[in-house]
């Protein structure tokens, strides 16, 4: 799958769900443009600037139109045909694509949280080993990037569903899952409709501080 970033020896992946109509932008939020460059070029670079590798990139709606306006060099591309059921196929789907890999974690990243940065990602990164669960945290809210260790990939997919991603795995092993302090440095705020897009070009998000990011809470 290319060349492998590693932490140690531990290869960690990442997997940017981009597969979504965007019925609200009226089309692919991988196609959104933020300050000149796709949403999905923009999540494919912090993946790869926060250590991981390989990135695969999980399309789905509009796929041949994405292939043709993103830089997928150095992307693997996988085709979730069953998109339109939510994000937990594309989850699933992108797993079954990392089975014959090297990597000992998953990183996942959204194509519509442009304001997740590649420190976040480190910071996950840096947690990695196969039985890790852990996702970021803002200020009292969790959310993405979120590291799945290979150990759980099976159980994550077979959990999946809908638009719950890894929700609900995460909830059943809740005493497992770390929560990783990234507001000092990061934004989750999702990008849902063009209002969102505007108001984040007009007004970008100052990340509040938040704890010393040396400490990994455990929590449910």
Do not use: F, Q
């Not at 019925?23 to 949403?39: M, N, Q, S």
């Not at 996942?108 to 976040?120: Q, S």
């Not at 990061?186 to 007009?202: E, G, K, Q, V, Y």
Request: glycine residues 12%; neutral net charge.
């Amino acid at each position: 799958m290319g060349c492998e970033p590693t932490h140690g020896t531990r290869p960690v992946a990442a997997l940017v769900l981009a597969a979504g109509a965007g019925r609200r932008y009226g089309g692919p939020k991988a196609l959104v443009t933020l300050d000149g460059h796709l949403l999905l070029d923009r999540a494919v670079a912090t993946a790869r600037g926060g250590g991981c590798g390989p990135v695969l990139a999980v399309l789905g709606a509009g796929a041949d139109a994405v292939r043709e306006a993103a830089d997928l060099t150095g992307v693997v591309p996988v085709e979730n045909p069953d998109w339109a059921t939510g994000l937990g196929s594309s989850l699933r789907a992108g797993l079954r694509a990392l089975r014959d890999s090297p990597a000992v974690a998953t990183l996942v990243l959204l194509v519509d949280m442009p304001g997740v940065t590649a420190e976040a990602v480190r910071r996950l990164v840096a947690l990695a080993a196969p039985e890790t669960l852990a996702v970021a945290g803002y200020a009292d809210r969790r959310n993405h990037p979120v590291l799945l260790g290979r150990a759980h990939w099976d159980g994550v997919a077979t959990l999946a569903d809908g638009d719950a991603g890894a929700r609900l795995y995460l909830r059943r092993n809740a005493e497992r899952v770390r929560v990783v302090p990234c507001a000092d440095i990061a934004d989750d705020t999702d990008l849902d409709t063009p209002a969102d897009l505007a108001r984040h070009r007009r007004t970008p998000v100052v990340p509040a501080r938040s704890p010393d990011p040396s400490v990994a809470a455990s929590g449910g």
